[in-house]
């Protein structure tokens, strides 16, 4: 494909999160077309090509197709590969790189294909990052795929503490919003280990990009329309709520965490928005208005001084107790186990996370008639 207005685009994200990533598509005007697992495929013009690398929060990159042809063998690839306009995508003082892989086809030595190709586009780089493409061989059939984003989206570049189970910013957002946060609404993370629920939540809440001010791999494209590019960066900026404050908490039991979370808040500029400290859940003051509860609460056997299920039900039950009307959504690990908490929770999406499967629940928030249970005696153990 030579460089039109139009291009074949593709977000990039973890299995799971496609329909997080087809709404944050539709909002911003792209229409997407479902793909394969992780894959979610869109038309762009250039602006919104810009426009999706800036503002998708649940994708981790945006490619674009830029060849596809048949080989069966590597003087054939060699051939294709010279017919390609690669000087439409990559200039000489750029270097490529090639992630190639391979299924059921007559080429599988990915470097070998890599190396075909460097022969036709250029050598690949010795130290600073070049121009990624990725290569993809599916029976016989060929595709070739610039990466628009080069670091990838997932990467925030605030989040240097990242404490000891942290959760992908990319889930982060998929979970506030399947909790349908909107920015406007008070929001509280309990278990907020190195805060990456809450500081999304707030860089949301005053409709900052979620990589700030990064680069991306298509600024070095010939065909980068500065423009376009400045009109993008102009719309950043008027979308920006300056002096807007969130309503957000951030709760830790772990100092540790805590001090993390405010370093990450304090790097994305976001500090004003977050009430960060070291609490418990059983110490979870109450609110008597609307709001959201949205975390990521401990997982495995066991978390320090007892059982999960036990603070898993301490949890429910403060919650229903002092945020009585607040909506919740959580990633888990364990459904049966959220719904020791809550067992009105739920499933709206899952993905795979540190080679295991979460999964996203969630539920509304209460009217102010529905009756809350008291805690319970044991419910008040500090935990
Ligand atoms: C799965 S981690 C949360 C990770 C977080 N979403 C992030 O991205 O860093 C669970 C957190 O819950 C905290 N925690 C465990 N028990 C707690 C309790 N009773 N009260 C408050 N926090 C607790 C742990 O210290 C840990 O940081």
Not at 102 to 122: C, E, F, M, N, P
Not at 222 to 248: D, L, M, N, Y
Not at 304 to 327: I, N
Not at 343 to 365: C, D, E, I, K, Y
Request: glycine share 8%; proline share 7%; charged share 20%.
């Amino acid at each position: 494909m030579a460089v039109s207005d139009r291009f074949e685009a593709a977000a990039i994200c973890t299995p799971g999160l496609e329909p997080f990533v087809e709404t944050e598509l539709r909002a911003l005007g792209i229409k997407p077309k479902p793909g394969h697992t992780g894959v979610v495929e869109f038309k762009a013009s250039a602006r919104q090509l810009y426009a999706a690398n800036v503002w998708l929060r649940t994708a981790s990159r945006v490619l674009v197709r830029i060849a596809t042809f048949r080989a069966t063998d590597f003087a054939h690839l060699q051939q294709r590969a010279e017919e390609v306009d690669w000087s439409s995508w990559i200039t000489d003082d750029v270097a490529p790189e090639f992630r190639v892989s391979s299924r059921k086809s007559r080429l599988y030595h990915t470097q070998g294909i890599a190396d075909r190709l460097h022969k036709v586009v250029g050598p690949a780089s010795i130290g600073e990052a070049g121009q990624p493409f990725v290569v993809r061989f599916d029976r016989d059939l060929c595709s070739v795929s610039i990466d628009a984003s080069g670091t990838p989206l997932n990467h925030r570049a605030w989040r240097t503490d990242i404490g000891v189970a942290p959760l992908r910013p990319t889930m982060a957002a998929a979970v506030l919003m399947a909790a349908g946060y909107d920015g406007t609404e008070p929001l509280v993370d309990p278990f907020c280990g190195c805060g990456t629920i809450p500081i999304e939540a707030a860089l949301l809440a005053a409709k900052l990009p979620p990589g700030g001010t990064r680069r991306f791999a298509f600024q070095q494209w010939p065909s980068f329309q500065r423009g376009t590019w400045a009109s993008v960066q102009g719309e950043v900026k008027a979308a920006a709520q300056a002096g807007v404050v969130a309503q957000i908490e951030a709760y830790d039991r772990d100092q540790a965490a805590v001090d993390a979370c405010k370093a990450n808040a304090e790097r994305a500029q976001v500090s004003d928005s977050v009430l960060i400290e070291r609490k418990v859940v059983s110490h979870l003051g109450g609110h008597t208005g609307k709001g959201l509860i949205v975390s990521n609460p401990p997982y495995g056997k066991r978390v320090g001084d007892g059982d999960l299920r036990a603070l898993y039900k301490k949890f429910g039950a403060v919650m229903r107790q002092r945020r009585p009307q607040w909506g919740l959504a959580m990633v888990v690990a364990d459904v049966k186990l959220a719904r020791v908490a809550d067992h009105r929770l739920a499933p709206v999406g899952g993905f795979g996370h540190g080679g295991m499967t979460v999964s996203v629940l969630s539920r509304p928030g209460s009217e102010p008639s529905e009756p809350s249970a008291p805690l319970s005696d044991p419910d008040l153990q500090a935990r």
